[in-house]
């Protein structure tokens, strides 16, 4: 299937896509497209958010919707997260449903309470009677001194909490697919997306679709170790992958797409195959997703390892601003290919 | 029941010098001429540290850079008025209150560099480290405030942020909490008009930003924030209330930025180049120039010599900051606790950053 391939680069889809006719278009534009179709056909859906309307659109991933849509159904809010959060919400449980966007997922946290004493509350306590289709777009930044509170990632603040779901879409297809499934799954929906993201190209069609919230996919096939990667890290461990399968170790890769829910079967069936798991994730190590993962697994399927899990994540500290620090401090393609070794040689 | 009026509410507008550098002698704050000549000396290097900033962004020299040019009246004016150990939080734009509270200038530069050993303050500066996150550190100052006041001491703490900031919750938040309990505290909103790309007239329907004080139950004022005098003297008279228990001061500055909201930004996409043209002319050195000149404090020859002794000092601490050791990668985790964590110790060797 060309919707479930991964390419590292754009030479590498082009070469790939040369004498399809099947389209390419790069991940910011699959966002740009899901949203504007969605505005098209859909007068409950708007975008909310800070700077919206700027000529850039996020990162080109609401351009111009606002010319084409007007500015109340594209709107630009005062530099409010929690407020805006509560707005969206209040619009949510009307009939509408908003698409929230922050430039960064380092905004998130000041909308907590009303993203988990609120959205994630109300089907529960409202006895199913009412839900809250909100779904809050988030951007997770690196490089350019994005430093300590223009960085993060924070999946697991939320994946914590029942009644929120959180989806963390690695390639343009599954931006696309995830978007309008979150749009329409009447949950509130967290998308955490990541910068790095944006201009990797990959097969999506024109039409509309939905990618199933809560199933992962295989990027790669192997015998010798699975290596989960989220987001970004899908691609640093395709890259760990090749370079592996040189020495003649073969990685699969597991792309979960969501986090929660979390398609433990997927990777159970991997494990089963492989005996050995490595888990790449854009954050932080303690209390993770790939904590999470070792968990079920553990409660799920003991016995299937045949070696200690090895997880890559960032170390136990914030992001440094300073370029050198910062290169130091992200761990990538060959942290990958020492943690598959490790697990391999146990 | 006939309807009563029970609360009226009152802006006031401070200018004392206009845009011709003329002044209203009986608004005039106390300044003798050397202090005059000082605050004017400190826009020159402000200007020139901003300017330098600016320009070694595009040589990739510093990284991304949020511009002042416009602005140095309300921040030099403000900043100027607080006394050296009153506590100043301040948000990521104000490089030229940290240049008049003589802020090691190499350490600026390192900061934009992307170098947090640049905001590890020193010893004797009463400043907290740019905030990045909009407004969010308003009622940091309103703790810090009262902090003092549970202490004793006779100091105040300042926030400073944009017109962007007051639309936080954090912002009326720490207004309120001033009102209620009298903090000494100086709100210092930065109005440039601009929130990145949204003008101010979508952040807030009021007509003044300073009127919002009015809800939280004290003075608010909105003062012309090219004019550095009438900067200085509301920011002055609102140390003086507040050090005698008079309670909380927010004061607008009304001004203008003059450049793209940071070396990312490219303003031409969202407002017109005549709009800016017309701020330029406004731009609050000119002022005080006109203002000097007719006092007979300053000639070309004056503001030469201070010119070119400020793009030595800048060229100098260049110099310095780009002279300074990269930082040892064992700083990735060094602070982040008082002591490494067993975690930490592993990754320490894990990452090969142990020496
Ligand atoms: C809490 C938070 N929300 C959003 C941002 C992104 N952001 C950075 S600067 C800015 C605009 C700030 O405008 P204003 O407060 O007027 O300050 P100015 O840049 O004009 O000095 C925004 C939205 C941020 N850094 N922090
Ligand atoms: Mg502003």
């Known amino acids: 299937m060309p919707w479930t391939k991964i390419y590292s680069n754009k030479e590498e889809f082009e070469k790939a896509a040369a004498g399809s006719t099947l389209r390419g278009i790069t991940y910011k534009e699959a966002i740009l497209e899901a949203t504007s179709r969605m505005l098209e056909q859909d007068k409950s859906v708007f975008v909310i958010g800070e700077g919206v309307d700027d000529a850039g659109g996020v990162f080109g991933t609401t351009k111009n919707l606002h010319l084409k849509f007007g500015k109340d159904r594209v709107m630009d809010s005062p530099l409010a997260e929690n407020g805006i959060t509560g707005i969206a919400i209040g619009a949510a449980i009307s009939g509408m449903r908003p698409i929230l966007v922050h430039m960064r997922v380092d905004f998130l946290p000041l909308t907590l309470d009303q993203i988990i004493n609120h959205a994630a509350k109300w089907h529960y306590m409202f006895g199913g009677k009412l839900s809250v289709p909100l779904v809050v777009r988030a951007i997770i930044g690196r490089g350019w001194g994005s430093a300590a509170q223009h960085s993060q990632s924070l999946p697991s603040l939320f994946t914590n909490i029942p009644g929120l779901r959180v989806l963390m879409p690695a390639t343009p297809y599954d931006a696309k697919g995830l978007l309008r499934a979150a749009v329409y799954d009447g949950n509130p929906v967290i998308i955490i997306e990541h910068r790095w993201l944006y201009d990797h190209m990959g097969h999506v069609p024109e039409d509309d679709y939905t990618v199933p919230i809560g199933k992962g996919i295989v990027r790669r096939e192997g015998k010798d170790a699975t290596v989960v990667g989220i987001s970004y890290m899908a691609y640093e461990a395709m890259r760990a992958a090749e370079a592996l399968s040189k020495e003649g170790i073969e990685t699969e890769v597991i792309d979960p797409r969501t986090v929660k829910p979390l398609d433990m079967g997927l990777i159970i069936e991997s494990v089963k195959k492989t005996g050995r798991l490595v888990i790449a994730d854009t954050g932080w190590k303690e209390c993770s997703v790939g904590a999470e993962i070792v968990a079920r697994i553990m409660e799920e399927s003991c016995g299937i390892l045949k070696a200690p899990v090895v997880r890559v994540n960032l170390p136990e500290t914030p992001t440094p601003a300073s370029p050198a620090l910062e290169k130091a401090y992200y761990p990538g393609v060959d942290h990958i290919i020492s943690a598959v070794k490790k697990t391999i040689q146990k | ?355």
């Open chain 2, 1 to 355: 029941m006939p309807i009563n009026i029970i609360e009226k509410i009152e802006i006031k507008y401070l200018q004392i010098v206009n845009e011709k550098g003329e002044a209203d002698s009986s608004l005039m704050p106390p300044l003798s001429n050397d202090e005059i000549k000082k605050l004017f000396e400190t826009m020159i290097l402000a200007r020139t540290f901003n300017h330098r900033a600016l320009s070694l962004q595009r040589e990739g020299r510093i990284g991304t850079y949020a511009s002042i040019w416009g602005q140095e009246a309300s921040q030099i004016g403000s900043a100027y008025a607080l006394d050296k150990d009153d506590w100043i939080f301040p948000s990521f734009r104000e490089s030229g209150v940290f240049v008049e509270k003589g802020y090691p200038l190499w350490m600026l530069y390192r900061y934009w560099a992307g170098d947090e050993r640049g905001m590890q303050i020193p010893e004797g500066f009463y400043l907290f480290p740019m905030s990045v996150p909009v407004g969010t550190h308003v009622p940091h100052a309103t703790g810090a405030a009262w902090a003092m006041r549970l202490k004793g001491h006779r100091k105040v703490a300042a926030a400073y942020f944009g017109d962007g900031g007051s639309s936080k919750g954090d912002f009326y938040e720490g207004m309120n909490f001033a009102g209620v309990f009298k903090a000494p505290v100086i709100f210092l909103c930065q109005n440039n008009q601009w929130a990145i790309s949204v003008p101010r007239a979508r952040q807030t329907a009021a007509k003044t930003i300073a009127q919002k004080a009015a809800a939280c139950g004290f003075e608010g004022i909105q003062v012309d924030g090219n004019d550095i005098f009438a900067v200085y003297k509301a920011t002055k008279d609102a140390v003086e209330k507040a050090k005698n228990g008079g309670g909380p001061t927010l004061i607008e500055c009304f001004t203008y930025r003059l450049d793209d909201h940071t070396t990312s930004d490219d303003a031409s996409r969202y407002r017109t180049e005549e709009e800016v043209e017309v701020w330029k002319k406004k731009e609050p050195l000119i002022r005080l120039r006109l203002f000097m000149e007719k006092k007979g404090l300053w000639t070309k020859q004056y503001e030469d010599e201070v010119s070119k002794k400020a793009q030595e000092t800048v060229d100098k601490e260049i110099q310095k900051a780009e002279a300074f050791a990269a930082p040892d990668p064992a700083d990735i985790v060094r602070y982040t606790y008082g002591e490494l964590t067993p975690r930490q110790k592993r990754e320490l060797k894990e990452f090969g950053w142990e020496k």
